[in-house]
């Protein structure tokens, strides 16, 4: 009875909190497109919610029962776990994608954040058999901004070239240098990945919130991937050939070029233009 209570307060604080989601995410549009704007996006949430959520009640209801075994008991706690674990990864993506403008002023080292990543998931890389190389042929290159949200940023894409790969994972994370476009000097932070490539029917829709293909996707990776790289002053983008794998990136100002930046960020986008960027 104290998980259902619990959990049922879990949902009226979520209420709440997607409430101010879609006034902070709309708020800015004509009233037409807003009404429907929201519409769609309390829809999609409550998509995205009501699966894990159900689940973790209907497990929990279990619990009441007298007679459960001790070890039955245990296991449908961590059924509960997992079912809030992902819920909290969705809300956690939902400020991320909400707060993205807010990205602070560190000064971040790019290999740094690179051996950070690698950190992350030292443990799953080894329990998966995933194959997961480093390369930083941009040395010494430095941002300006969260450090916090650009780790965010690459476990996303990190996650995502795991999951694509399947049992036999094969991932690249790459930092690489720029040619300068209108004096903006930039580093790409690429993560390529041997998956099956993604249809081309969905490419123009990666980047849109809540859209997702997978069961357990919140539908927010990308979309955070993108507001974060938007923030720094920077665009996100990809490449997917069916049969080959993806490649998915971040173009972001190097910290000297930050200013400049974050006044037009057009050079940087022409800049991904020029090479066939998506």
Same mark, same amino acid.
């Given at each position: 009875?104290?998980? /259902?209570? =619990?959990?049922?307060?879990? =949902?009226?604080?979520?209420? =709440?909190?997607?409430?101010?989601?879609?006034?902070?995410?709309t708020v800015t549009r004509p009233l037409r497109a807003l009404t429907g704007a929201m519409?769609?996006?309390?829809a999609s949430l409550a998509h995205q919610i009501r699966t894990p959520l159900a689940s973790a009640l209907l497990y929990a209801s279990h619990l009441q029962r007298p007679a459960l075994a001790l070890a039955e008991r245990q296991r449908i706690g961590e059924k509960i776990q997992s079912r809030m674990r992902h819920l909290e990864h969705l809300v956690n993506d939902m400020l991320l994608f909400s707060r993205g403008a807010a990205i602070g002023s560190d000064t971040v080292a790019v290999a740094e954040l690179l051996q950070e990543v690698r950190r992350v998931f030292d443990a799953s890389l080894l329990a998966q058999g995933a194959d997961f190389?480093?390369?930083?042929a941009a040395p010494g290159a430095m941002l300006q901004g969260s450090r916090a949200t650009l780790l965010s940023a690459l476990q996303n894409l990190v996650n995502n070239a795991l999951q694509?790969?399947?049992g036999r994972a094969r991932v690249?994370?790459?930092?690489?240098?720029?040619?300068? /476009?209108?004096?903006?000097?930039t580093v790409d932070l690429l993560v390529s990945d041997n998956g099956p490539g993604i249809p081309e029917e969905i490419q123009a829709r990666l980047f849109e919130p809540f859209f997702t293909t997978r069961a357990q996707g919140t539908g927010l990776g990308l979309a955070v991937v993108q507001a974060i790289a938007q923030a720094h002053h920077g665009v996100a983008w990809f490449e997917s050939t069916t049969g080959a794998?993806?490649?998915?990136?971040?173009?972001?100002?190097?910290?000297?070029?930050?200013?400049?930046?974050a006044q037009n960020t057009t050079d940087i986008k022409n800049s991904l233009s020029e090479r066939g960027g998506a």
């Open positions: 009875l104290r998980w /259902q209570i =619990a959990l049922t307060g879990l =949902a009226a604080v979520l209420g =709440a909190t997607l409430l101010g989601y879609l006034v902070a995410r519409g769609e996006m309390a190389d480093i390369i930083d694509a790969g399947g690249q994370l790459k930092a690489v240098y720029v040619p300068e /476009q209108g004096g903006i000097a794998g993806s490649r998915f990136a971040m173009r972001l100002p190097l910290v000297q070029a930050a200013g400049a930046a």
